[in-house]
């Protein structure tokens, strides 16, 4: 059976379908696969290119992804296939569906057992002017719940609008700040250090699920395991 083609419009997934030896003819501009057709960003694809590519299946993801691409995609008669990973329990259910329809056998991966609630408070902004912070339901909460973290913005929604006075004021043991998807570096580390003090992480094994999920676990594991040790 030949290889359906594929353009993926989600990061985690195309870094997934590349290291199942199954490339997508087209990804985003985010997906850094160079190599591979660029058919716009996560949020403005170009809906011309991508029908332009012949493809067999789109994949798309719910938080990653907008519902008026999608509607125009299956309007015009392009497959599509709909993810939806809001927590680590999510990425084997949903991978395993997508590897199904496309003919590929995979594993789920092997995950470390959750830690005992509650966990180490943790404050994680995501976004800066404005700030926002990480909450659930996440993945990425999910992850870090897994590792024995609590954002101090879990009640407040997936990605709360903050401040560094109310991140303050909840009290964290420390700032996660994620590479991705705002570029968080040691410039911004003297103005997070108001809130507590700061470490700075992969944004991709923080929000990328799927292929690299069980790594990913393992080294943010060992980055942060000081901060959960008693």
Known sequence: MS???????????????????HPPVGCTRFCHQPSVAQVGGTKDPDLATVTSLGPDLVVMDREENRREDHDALVAAGVPVHVLAVRSVADVGRQLGALAERIGVVWE????????PAPGVRVFVPIWRRPWMGLGRPTYGASLLATLGFETVHGRDGPYPATSLEDARARNPAAVLAPSEPYPFTRRQVPELSTVAPV???????LFWWGWRTAAACERLGEDLGDLVRP
């Open 3 to 21: 290889r359906l083609r594929i353009v993926s419009l989600v990061p985690s997934v195309t870094e997934t379908l590349v290291a199942w030896d």
């Open 108 to 115: 789920p991966p092997t995950l470390p057992p959750p830690h």
């Open 199 to 205: 470490r700075l992480v992969d944004g991709r094994d």
